[in-house]
């Protein structure tokens, strides 16, 4: 189990939008000294995602609006190139948890909300289709909030599928979790959008820290049963920031 991070992630600045809670000075701050305790697990650091990568699932005419603003797209440009590798590695048969920012999984191909700028995941999953890696995918997004926008980017891949758990109650929300699991295909590959803001005390006021530890051995269990336990995790949203490290790293012991 490897982490994917860059030291540019904790640059504070990259968002003009007062209301971005995914850019919050320090958001990553203390996940990262979580997932760092102890030495268990190794840090990566990504490479920028190509002009390239982008267009597999965004318009040249949004990427060129991103690039108006260089350091939202340098730092989105970073986020979307730790997805990719977290991939890679995923069929080096290395799991992976890239802590990034800005998130993904609400930027569609040529707009973006809720703090997301490039389709992190999608982008991931696109390339390793593109360079004939894989031909399917499970997506499983266990953000509060649905995650349009890597919908909207697989649209049109029938062998990929995105699955959102739900549930009013923790216990209800991981039965949910365990059953579309277990109804999921064979794929070749498992992704992860990681979202912490189910969090009791996080908008979702759901989730403890221990269902996160239960939402990644879910989620480390469908990967063996694939076989080849292809998979990689990509943070999105999480905004209780005294608790995120503890969950993110929860979530890492169970998914490892
Ligand atoms: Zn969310």
């Known amino acids: 189990m490897l982490i994917i991070f860059h030291e540019a992630f904790h640059e504070s ?10 850019a919050v000075p320090d958001r990553l701050v203390g996940m990262m000294d979580a997932l760092r305790d102890q030495g268990r697990y190794e840090v990566r650091t990504p490479e920028p995602a190509t ?6 699932g965004h318009s040249a005419g949004y990427i060129d609006s991103i690039e108006t603003r260089p350091l939202l797209f340098n730092m989105a440009s970073l986020a979307a190139g730790a997805a990719l590798l977290g991939a890679d590695l995923a069929l080096r048969g290395e799991p992976s948890f890239a802590c990034v920012r800005p998130p993904g999984h609400h930027a569609s191909r040529t707009s973006s909300w809720g703090h997301c700028t490039f389709s992190n995941v999608a982008l991931a999953l696109l390339r390793l289709r593109d360079l004939g890696q894989i031909t399917s995918a499970t997506v499983v997004d266990f953000d509060l909030h649905t995650g349009n926008g890597t919908q909207d980017v697989l649209r049109g891949w029938p062998q990929a599928q995105v699955l959102n758990p739900y549930g009013d ?3 209800e929300y991981l039965g949910v979790l365990e059953q579309q699991l277990l109804r999921a295909p064979q794929v070749d590959v498992l992704a ?3 979202g912490f803001d189910a969090y009791k005390h996080d908008l979702g006021a759901k989730l403890d820290t221990e269902d996160y530890f239960n939402i990644g051995r879910l989620l480390q269990a469908y990967a063996i049963r694939l ?3 292809r998979r990689f995790a990509v943070l999105e949203g999480g905004y209780y920031l ?12 169970g998914f490892e």
């Open 242 to 253: 005294p608790d995120l490290g503890k969950n993110a790293l929860a979530f890492c012991h």
């Open 192 to 194: 992860v959008s990681a």
């Open 51 to 56: 002009r390239a990568d982008l267009l597999r």
């Open 169 to 171: 109650t923790a216990v």
């Open 13 to 22: 600045f990259y968002s003009e939008d007062p209301y971005d809670n995914a």
């Open 227 to 229: 076989g080849h336990q």
